[in-house]
């Protein structure tokens, strides 16, 4: 399950590169790329960073790098190109848990049988009678932890 940039109209970048930040966070480098070309620190990250046309160009050219299309030392020429598109355009973005892509929900812990005698009842099951009240109303002190004085 991974997420995928795909390039359209910037030739030879067209193509579908796997960008997953999640299972492969970005590196002190391409932190580096992101600071420079878009302006981005870690911490000053949030989802409108997203919908920023120089932050969608960077991972873009970050996952070209990462795909061995482009060296190190091409990056910012490759910046430089994208800023002559429209990145909304040439550049999208795609979950790797969009419908079809997902893995399947674990069983439900329901169906698995039980080793350990009766099941207990589900939230939706209600008991025969109310829960024991058990010990005292709280208190300041514990009866059982015996008082000690600081001299």
Not at 111 to 116: G, I, L, Y
Not at 124 to 130: A, I, L, V
Request: net charge negative.
């Amino acid at each position: 399950m991974s997420d995928f940039i795909t390039i359209t109209g910037v030739p030879p970048y067209d193509g579908r590169y796997e960008f997953d930040i999640t299972a492969q966070p970005l590196t002190t480098r391409e932190w580096g790329w992101v600071k420079r070309h878009a302006g981005y620190l870690p911490l000053t990250m949030d989802q409108s960073s997203f919908a920023d046309p120089e932050f969608v160009i960077v991972e873009a050219v970050i996952a070209c790098h990462r795909a061995g299309k482009v060296d190190t030392a091409d990056v910012p020429a490759l910046v430089e190109r994208f800023q002559d598109v429209d990145p909304f355009a040439a550049i999208t973005y795609e979950r790797g848990d969009a419908e079809g892509d997902a893995d399947p929900p674990p069983p439900s812990s329901d169906t698995k049988p039980s080793s350990n005698g009766d099941a207990s009842p589900t939230g939706s099951e209600t008991s025969d009678s109310p829960p024991k009240r058990t010990g005292h109303p709280a208190s300041a002190t514990s009866a059982s932890v015996p008082p000690t004085s600081v001299t």
